[in-house]
């Protein structure tokens, strides 16, 4: 290339420890806005030998080849000079090339050093990649070295984060107590600190005894000895009493990115049957996990804290009161307090951080109620139609549940009679799709405006159902 034969060049750059590479400021202006301003406005547009401080050698030599070939090789030995090089001198392409290669290069041992990397020199979109990658791999982030080397404040940082995907409450417990003792001497009074944004209430209260209790650093510490006194407290609550009971602690943490699969709990084949099964959207196979300790059909499902909840059912014999809870990170069923009332067939909701079973199918609407101007949001549970056992007539009744009130109320009925109606909620309105009413099962479909407290029908489906399985997918039911 004619600037490495030195031809023609009216300008020679000096890197760090006075080493040169001669160009043309023609070439340099028309590539990069920095050399552009330097040449045209400031006193430099003169001089012919021009010193760039902080700016390594072999970055300069590799930018300068880019500007004359368009073409730039980076590696693990070069970047790290490369793109603050590429940063100072305005050359975004290269700079973005850095970024890509190092998000790449991604793992739980460098993440960390990524992220920081990223976040000195400005790199916004490597930063949140870094970040994301954090949150989604931190089990294995903090058992690697450069999570024991970070500041108590970037350990703070990265705990807090409600996107922290945990098999449980218990790795942040665990990592923050290790990072204490890698330097008990100098971090011992950043336990407090910290141990704000442990979710001690979400922890077991067997864990929380055994472990949490008995660990020393906390008995040493009384503003620890606080965090576990409010956990234990929460577990002392019953009921709406939890929900009510709000902290920073006591929100479950909500991952962003987590793998979408779907559980098959028990079922008919043709007697209850204990087996779980996985399918995998990503992969598109199925797989079997755990069984259900005892043998089950007809259980309620609800998902609370990254946990499943298989509530009630049928045994084969009898409708039961069993509640099991599923750990898929510990692939393990645990049992939980059994309900009063034997359930089967029934609907299971999660409101809050409670877990409410009803005696038939239920469904969440979440409303949006102004008032004076401000806004809140608000869960309600609906009843919609069903089966009267003793008149043995199908129901148009609507049932609405308030739990800030524990109160149930009438709504509007319904046009039809419906039993075994599919129900969902889209943009938050209620339909009610097919059922049978007794002799007929129906096609009709209506829909539920609780703004308005009107049913209104819209068209009907091609083919009569009942008992139908139905999905918001896109915004389509």
């Given at each position: 290339?004619?600037?490495?034969?030195?031809?023609?060049?009216?300008?020679?750059?000096?890197?760090?420890?006075?080493?040169?590479?001669?160009?043309?400021?023609?070439?340099?202006?028309?590539?990069?806005?920095?050399?552009?301003?330097?040449?045209?406005?400031?006193?430099?547009?003169?001089?012919?030998?021009?010193?760039?401080?902080?700016?390594?050698?072999?970055?300069?030599?590799?930018?300068?080849?880019?500007?004359?070939?368009?073409?730039?090789?980076?590696?693990?030995d070069?970047?790290?000079?490369?793109?603050?090089?590429?940063?100072?001198?305005?050359?975004?392409?290269?700079?973005?090339?850095?970024?890509?290669?190092?998000?790449?290069?991604?793992?739980?041992?460098?993440?960390?050093?990524?992220?920081?990397?990223?976040?000195?020199?400005?790199?916004?979109?490597?930063?949140?990649?870094?970040?994301?990658?954090?949150?989604?791999?931190?089990?294995?982030?903090?058992?690697?070295?450069?999570?024991?080397?970070?500041?108590?404040?970037?350990?703070?940082?990265l705990?807090?984060s409600?996107?922290?995907?945990?098999?449980?409450?218990?790795?942040?417990?665990?990592?923050?107590?290790?990072?204490?003792?890698?330097?008990?001497?100098?971090?011992?009074?950043?336990?407090?600190?910290?141990?704000?944004?442990?979710?001690?209430?979400?922890?077991?209260?067997?864990?929380?005894?055994?472990?949490?209790?008995?660990?020393?650093?906390?008995?040493?510490?009384?503003?620890?000895?606080?965090?576990?006194?409010?956990?234990?407290?929460?577990?002392?609550?019953?009921?709406?009493?939890?929900?009510l009971?709000?902290?920073?602690?006591?929100?479950?943490?909500?991952?962003?990115?987590?793998?979408?699969?779907?559980?098959?709990?028990?079922?008919?084949?043709?007697?209850?049957?204990?087996?779980?099964?996985?399918?995998?959207?990503?992969?598109?196979?199925?797989?079997?996990?755990?069984?259900?300790?005892?043998?089950?059909?007809?259980?309620?499902?609800?998902?609370?804290?990254?946990?499943?909840?298989?509530?009630?059912?049928?045994?084969?014999?009898?409708?039961?009161?069993?509640?099991?809870?599923?750990d898929?990170?510990?692939?393990?069923?645990?049992?939980?307090?059994?309900?009063?009332?034997?359930?089967?067939?029934?609907?299971?909701?999660?409101?809050?951080?409670?877990?409410y079973?009803?005696?038939?199918?239920?469904?969440?609407?979440?409303?949006?109620?102004?008032?004076?101007?401000?806004?809140?949001?608000?869960?309600?549970?609906?009843i919609?139609?069903?089966?009267?056992?003793?008149s043995?007539?199908?129901?148009?009744?609507?049932?609405?549940?308030?739990p800030?009130?524990?109160?149930?109320?009438?709504?509007?009925?319904?046009?039809?009679?419906r039993?075994?109606?599919?129900?969902?909620?889209?943009?938050?309105?209620?339909?009610?799709?097919?059922?049978?009413?007794?002799?007929?099962?129906?096609?009709?479909?209506?829909?539920?405006?609780?703004?308005?407290?009107?049913?209104?029908?819209?068209?009907?489906?091609?083919?009569?159902?009942?008992?139908?399985?139905?999905?918001?997918?896109?915004?389509?039911?």
């Amino acid at each position: 290339m004619i600037f490495r034969k030195n031809l023609l060049c009216d300008v020679i750059l000096v890197a760090d420890g006075g080493m040169e590479v001669p160009a043309h400021k023609m070439v340099l202006a028309a590539c990069s806005p920095y050399f552009y301003a330097m040449f045209t406005s400031f006193e430099e547009r003169d001089q012919q030998r021009i010193t760039l401080q902080g700016v390594d050698y072999s970055a300069l030599e590799l930018l300068v080849d880019y500007v004359y070939s368009a073409e730039v090789h980076v590696t693990e030995d070069n970047v790290q000079v490369l793109l603050p090089a590429a940063n100072l001198l305005q050359l975004t392409d290269v700079r973005d090339a850095c970024c890509d290669f190092l998000q790449a290069q991604l793992h739980p041992s460098n993440c960390l050093g990524i992220r920081a990397f990223a976040d000195l020199h400005g790199c916004l979109e490597l930063l949140t990649h870094a970040d994301s990658y954090i949150e989604q791999h931190f089990s294995e982030v903090v058992d690697a070295e450069e999570f024991l080397t970070l500041e108590p404040e970037q350990v703070a940082k990265l705990i807090c984060s409600d996107r922290l995907m945990v098999p449980s409450e218990e790795k942040v417990f665990e990592c923050v107590i290790s990072w204490v003792h890698h330097d008990l001497e100098k971090r011992q009074n950043d336990l407090a600190l910290l141990m704000e944004h442990v979710r001690l209430p979400l922890l077991s209260q067997e864990y929380l005894v055994q472990r949490v209790e008995e660990e020393p650093l906390l008995k040493a510490n009384l503003q620890c000895k606080d965090f576990l006194i409010e956990a234990l407290k929460y577990h002392l609550l019953k009921g709406e009493q939890k929900s009510l009971f709000k902290t920073p602690r006591t929100k479950p943490r909500q991952p962003r990115g987590l793998p979408k699969v779907l559980l098959v709990v028990g079922g008919q084949a043709p007697k209850a049957i204990r087996s779980v099964e996985c399918y995998d959207f990503k992969e598109e196979r199925w797989y079997q996990v755990s069984e259900l300790p005892t043998r089950r059909c007809r259980a309620g499902l609800c998902v609370l804290g990254g946990r499943v909840y298989a509530v009630g059912g049928f045994n084969g014999s009898l409708r039961v009161r069993t509640v099991d809870i599923y750990d898929a990170a510990a692939d393990q069923w645990s049992p939980c307090p059994e309900m009063e009332a034997r359930r089967s067939t029934l609907g299971v909701a999660v409101l809050g951080n409670c877990v409410y079973a009803f005696s038939c199918l239920c469904l969440i609407l979440f409303i949006n109620v102004n008032q004076n101007h401000l806004k809140f949001n608000r869960y309600f549970t609906y009843i919609v139609g069903g089966y009267d056992g003793e008149s043995r007539q199908c129901l148009s009744s609507v049932e609405c549940y308030n739990p800030e009130k524990d109160q149930w109320k009438p709504v509007p009925e319904m046009s039809a009679r419906r039993s075994g109606a599919g129900v969902g909620v889209l943009d938050g309105v209620l339909y009610a799709v097919g059922g049978h009413d007794g002799p007929l099962v129906r096609k009709s479909v209506e829909v539920f405006n609780p703004e308005t407290n009107q049913w209104t029908p819209v068209s009907d489906m091609a083919l009569c159902r009942r008992n139908a399985g139905r999905q918001l997918i896109f915004s389509y039911i």
